[in-house]
């Protein structure tokens, strides 16, 4: 189980830490990635951390402004958001997948949080 908290209403330029919570099969040695959905688009890749925090990837549109980390003590993974746009608004999810590397795509993650609404005024 995924359990993601932190979002709400932001000025432009402002930040927001996003939390993800996991339990269960979803913490193990997964990879944990965030993604998000705007209003009338396609669900889209943020950023990605192995289970260790070895190693992450980004999106270029987030890339120097966003930043993922996991506390593996805490099964708690963390989207810290700064600089942000109103073109950032969206609802956040977090995922979990049986891989030992990063992976972008969103069929590559078996377990996927409720989501949390991100919106970012002008």
């Known amino acids: 189980q995924l359990v993601e908290s932190g979002g709400g209403l932001v000025q432009s330029g402002g930040s927001l830490r996003l939390s993800c919570a996991a339990s269960g099969r979803t913490s193990s040695n997964y990879v944990m990635g965030w993604f998000r959905q705007a209003p009338g688009k396609d669900r889209e890749f943020v950023a990605a951390v192995t289970w260790n925090g070895g190693d992450s990837f980004y999106a270029d549109s987030i890339k120097g402004r966003f930043f993922i980390s996991r506390d593996t003590t805490k099964s708690t993974g963390y989207l810290q958001m700064s600089s942000l746009k109103p073109e950032d608004t969206a609802v956040y999810y977090c995922?979990?997948?049986?891989?030992?590397?990063?992976?972008?795509?969103?069929?590559?993650?078996?377990?996927w949080g409720q989501g949390t609404q991100v919106t970012v005024s002008s």
């Open positions: 995922a979990t997948g049986p891989h030992a590397d990063v992976v972008t795509r969103a069929t590559d993650y078996m377990y």
